[in-house]
């Protein structure tokens, strides 16, 4: 179960980085960011993103979230962008 939740946060992580150094917004790129507040921003992002999903705003997904963005389930399903939003 550690090792599985392990995992589920490193893919976040990495996910969250690769949708965050897509964003338009300045206050997001890797200068301004410090390391204190890295670990702030993914949660935030993350977040964001979920409310995003459960209320389908295709829009700020869309902002959040690269083009070649891939998901991962507790399961392991894995998904695209495009089929996050369908």
Request: hydrophobic share 40%; charged share 25%.
């Amino acid at each position: 179960m550690t090792r599985l939740l392990a995992k589920a946060i490193i893919v976040l992580s990495l996910s969250l980085l690769a949708c965050s150094s897509h964003s338009d917004n300045p206050a997001l790129t890797p200068m301004s960011t410090s390391a204190g507040n890295i670990e702030q921003l993914i949660f935030e992002q993350e977040e964001e993103r979920q409310r995003a999903m459960a209320k389908r705003d295709i829009e700020t997904i869309s902002r959040l979230c690269s083009d070649d963005f891939i998901s991962v389930n507790e399961e392991g399903g894995i998904a695209t962008k495009a089929q996050d939003i369908e």
